[in-house]
């Protein structure tokens, strides 16, 4: 059992940013993949954006945030994070945390962030 718990939402203005963080349970954080999904009102859930294991080099954006988002992985502190600049209305939604291990996926329980003027 993987436990996930997201922090870093909030309400931002057009064009700010804001800098998501979750943090994972167990000793083997190295392994998981991670990722950063969002879910908006009436839509379903979407990957925002995925981090190999190890180092995390690989990693992997939707078409939406490429350029404006980051995603990395602290190992020592079993944390990832989600940089996110230039943020627009349609970013507004639910960021939900996902770890992948042997096979299984566990989530977060999720933080809004909220973009309107």
């Known amino acids: 059992q993987v436990q996930l718990v997201e922090s870093g939402g909030g309400w931002v203005q057009p064009g700010g940013s804001l800098i998501l963080s979750c943090a994972a349970s167990?000793?083997?954080?190295?392994?998981?993949?991670m990722g950063w999904y969002r879910q908006a009102p009436g839509k379903q859930r979407e990957l925002v954006a995925n981090?190999?294991?190890?180092?995390?080099?690989?990693?992997d954006y939707a078409d939406s945030v490429k350029g404006r988002f980051s995603i990395s992985r602290d190992n020592a502190k079993n944390t990832i994070y989600l940089q996110m600049n230039s943020l627009k209305p349609e970013d507004t939604a639910v960021y939900y945390c996902?770890?992948?291990?042997?096979?299984?996926?566990?989530w977060g329980q999720g933080t809004q962030v909220t973009v309107s003027s």
């Open positions: 996902r770890a992948s291990l042997r096979g299984r996926g566990y």
């Open positions: 167990g000793n083997i954080f190295s392994t998981y993949v």
């Open positions: 981090i190999g294991s190890g180092s995390g080099t690989n990693t």
